[in-house]
């Protein structure tokens, strides 16, 4: 039992999250409960206990039975490293199906593979022009500020419709709604408006606009809300859009940075890919997805709906249930050698995307721009190194540099 677990009848209680780990690694406590405790009893900082999967087919289920309900955490008591309980009925990632497939069909049509593949040659002109500013740029410069945030953000914007007028006001606000403990509820919820008022302001705009206006995401959505009311409320639509536009660059640019720094961390990793980028680097991108831990801890949770056994336990109807992500990707159980950071042989089934019917509508763009920011900056920066310490973001629940000094 570990140090920090107290025994409550004859299952012990862990506390989590685990104590902080510096940079992007994974808290050894992982594997000691993925091989002792696969679905382990945890206490969080608020909410009632609740249950921890680790183990790679665990996850899976949890994140693929309709007995796990997304639904039910709103308004629900789960665990949680922040006080505010999830109020947030509308958006996509809290409901279920039938409202679940409904919000999910209006956008995937937009993410799907070949429709994100047409989109190369664009991310491909932004990422050399990106690219082509930084080598204008002073040395060293920050990778963050320079490529790593600016790409995906287009890239959205662009999609969605979003103009780029606006990244200071969206950005800011991401920041300090995805804030740690060490931000306030109020910062949080305040944040959360602040994007929910520019979003319905865009909105109002199109909608003056009528036939003149553009050919984007929100344009679709707003036709699909206009021309049936039943298929969208006005609430969803904004939510729909909020979520795709923080979903849509606050991960990509944090794994940039940590594709990188993990990269130029070991220079000889780099070099081996900058002697062949177009032949290593997409099976790069995906050893490095499943590698790299990009939230602080697990935040995905679900209800049980009913009684569900896995393995010895048995998740009660009503029970919280939260998946460790990061933990899955390195299961013996699943992936040869799972600590050890393979970019020629890379585990390609990993779950960094998530599983199941809310896996990440996004995939296929992280993907391509991913793809594209590495190819790019292995191809004109070859000589890229490190030009000082990674500065970490320390008040966020993602993990990603904050500043990332490059020189080349
Ligand atoms: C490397 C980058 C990314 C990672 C690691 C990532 C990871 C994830 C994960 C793990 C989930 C599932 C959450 C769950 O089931 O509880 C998810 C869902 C989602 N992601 Fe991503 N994501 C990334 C990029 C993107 C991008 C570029 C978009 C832009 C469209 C996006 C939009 C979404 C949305 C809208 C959902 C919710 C889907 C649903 O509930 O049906 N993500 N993402």
């Avoid at 039992?1 to 104590?19: I, K, L, W």
């Amino acid at each position: 039992m570990s140090m920090n677990a107290t025994t409550e009848g004859r299952c012990p209680v862990h506390q989590y999250p685990f104590d902080a780990v510096e940079g992007l690694d994974l808290d050894p406590e992982y594997a000691r409960l993925r091989s002792e405790y696969p679905i382990a009893r945890i206490r969080m900082p608020y909410g009632e206990d609740g249950w921890l999967a680790t183990r790679y087919d665990d996850v899976r289920l949890v994140l693929s039975d309709s007995r796990f309900s997304r639904a039910a955490v709103v308004g629900a008591d789960v665990p949680r490293s922040l006080p505010e309980v999830n109020e947030m009925p509308d958006t996509i990632i809290n409901t279920d199906p039938p409202e679940h497939s409904r919000l999910r069909r209006l956008v995937s049509a937009a993410f799907t593979y070949r429709r994100i593949e047409r989109l190369r040659p664009r991310v491909q002109e932004i990422a050399d022009e990106l690219v082509g500013d930084l080598l204008a740029a002073e040395k060293p410069a920050d990778l963050i500020a320079t490529v790593g945030m600016p790409l995906p953000v287009q890239v959205i914007c662009e999609l969605l419709g979003v103009p780029l007028a606006g990244r200071p006001l969206f950005r800011d606000a991401t920041d300090a709604a995805l804030s740690d403990a060490s931000g306030t509820p109020e910062a949080r919820a305040a944040a959360m408006q602040t994007l929910q008022t520019y979003i319905a302001s865009l909105v109002a705009e199109r909608r003056d606009q009528g036939a003149d206006a553009p050919d984007d995401l929100i344009s679709g959505l707003i036709s699909a809300r206009d021309a049936d009311g039943d298929r969208l409320s006005e609430d969803e639509l904004v939510m729909l859009v909020v979520t795709v536009l923080i979903g849509g660059h606050e991960t990509t640019m944090n794994m940039t940075g940590n594709m990188v720094s993990t990269l130029l961390a070991d220079r000889s990793r780099w070099a081996a890919l900058a002697a062949d980028p177009a032949g290593t680097v997409p099976r790069a991108v995906e050893e490095m997805l499943r590698f790299i831990p990009i939230a602080k801890h697990a935040t995905q949770v679900r209800v049980a709906t009913e009684d569900v056994e896995i393995g010895d336990v048995t998740i009660a109807a009503g029970d919280a249930v939260m998946v460790g992500i990061a933990a899955a990707n390195r299961d013996p159980g699943a992936f040869d050698h799972p600590d050890e950071l393979d970019l020629a042989e890379p585990g390609i089934s990993h779950i960094a995307f998530g599983y199941g019917p809310h896996a990440c509508l996004g995939s296929a763009l992280a993907r391509l721009e991913l793809q594209v920011i590495l190819t790019t900056l292995l191809t004109r920066v070859p000589t890229l190194d490190l030009a000082g310490p990674v500065e970490w973001r320390a008040t966020s629940r993602v993990r990603g540099p904050l500043r990332l000094p490059v020189t080349w």
